[in-house]
């Protein structure tokens, strides 16, 4: 896979997936626009990553931050070949009637809003190239269902809707959006919430090799569907879960 020449915006750039698939497009020669809303992550990925890329300040929940973003993009690398919407939060765990309105807006805002808005300030700079590729960071959870955290599993299914939905309007234009639909993966955001019990409970429900995935291996799936050996691939969401949404095993 080769992505020299091509420029491609990491939402969520701080940390966890964001960061890996920076890195992996680094390494495969892209301009990199790192965004994120903790700086000090930013900084730490742009350390790794060095030359061609910069960092942008970007609250995804704000419409206008999404697309200076973009505009930013542009001023500085000329085009945008790859959005990856990935910036999210997990939210405050409660069953759904003991979740505040406040935080469930602050989840959508975030999760489900935000890829809206960066797909809408990306779409037109992707027109003018004459293609391009946006891919989105749902979840397994956007498959099925997560008790204690309605307001994410919502925004992930509204993920995978809004993906189909922009491969169908813009796929004769040469844009392609995918999803993508991460498991369990062991990031700082995951381990922030759910305790230990419920980690280790996880990684037995895993069929490949009980454990949890990295973000090395969703930055694997993610620079692969950006690739032109994706060329094919369009308005579908991709689990890279070790199999955790297979079904049911029981044990031997």
């Known amino acids: 896979m080769e992505f020299t020449g091509k420029v491609v915006i990491v ?5 966890g997936i964001g960061r890996a698939s920076a890195i992996q497009f680094a390494r495969l020669g892209a301009s990199l626009v790192l965004a994120d809303v903790d700086e000090k992550g930013l900084q730490e990925t742009l350390e790794v990553i060095g ?42 765990r409660g069953r759904t009637a003991e979740v505040s309105v406040a935080e469930w807006r602050r989840v959508i805002d975030i999760n ?6 960066c797909a809408r300030a990306a779409i037109p700079a992707m027109l003018a190239n004459g293609g391009g590729v946006i ?16 307001h994410y599993t919502a925004a992930k299914h509204g993920v995978i809707g809004l993906t189909k939905a922009c491969a169908l309007e813009h ?33 037995t429900m895993v069929p490949a090799g009980g454990r949890a995935g990295t973000p090395e291996d969703v930055a694997n799936l993610v620079t692969w569907l950006a690739s032109d050996k994706a060329a ?13 949404t297979a079904g049911f095993a029981l044990p031997d």
């Not at 939402?11 to 940390?15: D, F, I, M, P, R």
């Not at 489900?112 to 808005?117: R, T, Y």
């Not at 094919?232 to 955790?244: E, K, M, Q």
């Open 11 to 15: 939402t969520g750039a701080a940390n």
């Open 51 to 92: 030359d061609n890329a910069i960092v942008v300040h970007t609250d995804v929940a704000d419409e206008a931050a999404c697309k200076a973003m973009v505009d930013t993009a542009i001023d500085t690398f000329g085009r945008v070949d790859v959005l990856f919407s990935n910036a999210g939060i997990c939210g405050v």
């Open 112 to 117: 489900l809003n935000g890829v809206f808005f």
């Open 171 to 203: 796929g004769r234009q040469n844009i392609r959006s995918v999803a993508i639909a991460p498991g369990y993966i062991r990031t700082a955001m995951t381990e922030d919430n759910l305790s230990k019990n419920e980690q280790a409970m996880l990684e």
């Open 135 to 150: 891919i989105n960071t749902a979840s397994v959870d956007g498959l099925v269902g997560m008790a204690t955290l309605p």
């Open 232 to 244: 094919y691939i369009n308005g579908s969401c991709h689990t890279v879960d070790g199999g955790l």
